[in-house]
């Protein structure tokens, strides 16, 4: 009788101890990516990224797989299921959302209104009246245009723009993300400040094929909400010295 009972609680233990394969998702990237130009943040975005997928995949209890991929073969690879999902700069857009299924954003890169050290403004419906300079390359001009501004004006490169809000030529500039901080907290640290988060979807999400894998995109989403509201989504934001983490 005795032996009876020990060959069964070994059989539950066994049992117990072996829980049912779930698989993994897989995950491509282009580490440049590109057609962003991430320059010197591409590593510690790279790192980040890494660090915030393998997190999620212990709160979501689903193991996720990275794969580099070169950026001219990730969406042929995802388009022959080489892999479930990849992470990518591609907006969503009229033509993206009719192919792909977009997860929440990563993080966001699009341009941030910068404006003198000592304007206490902190959205750009604060800048009502005022002249504004954007990038005449990238959605800032359409952001510029939805507010009543009093004028919006097209800088040529990024210091002169910042040199421009510096001397009040301007009371204002649309930067992009990473270019903003990179200058604003080195040539313009005592002068400039960045006054608003980034003002656009632009940004890094996970993308699966249309209709495909929606469960992946539903456990990132979920795993993602998780590490925010526990506070682990800044605490490798910090980690990884991204902009704004100081």
């Known amino acids: 009788m005795l032996k009876k009972v020990l060959i069964l609680a070994l059989l539950a233990f066994g049992?117990?101890?072996?829980?049912?394969?779930?698989?993994?998702?897989?995950i491509g990237k282009d580490p440049s990516w590109f057609?962003?130009?991430?320059?010197?943040?591409a590593t510690p975005i790279n790192g980040f990224a890494g660090a915030v997928v393998q997190e999620l995949a212990e709160v979501e209890h689903r193991p996720f797989k990275m794969v580099?991929?070169?950026?001219?073969?990730?969406?042929?690879?995802?388009?022959?299921?080489?892999?479930?999902?990849?992470?990518?700069?591609?907006?969503?857009?009229v033509m993206s959302l009719s192919r792909f299924d977009f997860s929440e954003p990563l993080m966001l890169l699009g341009p941030v209104l910068v404006v003198a050290a000592s304007s206490s403004v902190t959205s750009l419906e604060e800048m009502r009246g005022k002249i504004v300079s954007v990038n005449p390359y990238d959605d800032s001009v359409l952001i510029a245009q939805s507010y009543p501004l009093a004028a919006i004006e097209m800088y040529e490169s990024v210091p002169t723009?910042?040199?421009?809000?510096?001397?009040?030529?301007?009371?204002?500039?649309?930067?992009?993300?990473?270019?903003?901080?990179?200058?604003?907290?080195?040539?313009?640290?005592?002068?400039?400040?960045?006054?608003?988060p980034p003002l656009s979807d632009k940004g890094i999400r996970l993308i699966t094929l249309k209709g495909e894998n929606r469960e992946v995109i539903e456990h990132f989403?979920?795993?993602?909400?998780?590490?925010?509201?526990?506070?682990?989504y800044n605490r490798l934001w910090r980690k990884y010295n991204l902009p704004g983490s100081s």
């Open 161 to 196: 723009a910042l040199e421009e809000v510096q001397s009040g030529e301007v009371d204002g500039a649309l930067i992009p993300f990473l270019d903003a901080y990179s200058l604003v907290d080195t040539r313009f640290a005592s002068s400039l400040r960045v006054a608003t």
């Open 68 to 93: 580099d991929v070169a950026w001219n073969q990730l969406f042929e690879g995802l388009e022959e299921k080489d892999y479930d999902a990849v992470l990518t700069t591609l907006p969503p857009n």
């Open 15 to 26: 049992c117990q101890s072996a829980p049912p394969d779930l698989g993994h998702y897989s």
């Open 221 to 232: 989403n979920e795993g993602l909400k998780r590490m925010k509201r526990h506070g682990d």
């Open 35 to 41: 057609p962003m130009r991430l320059e010197e943040w």
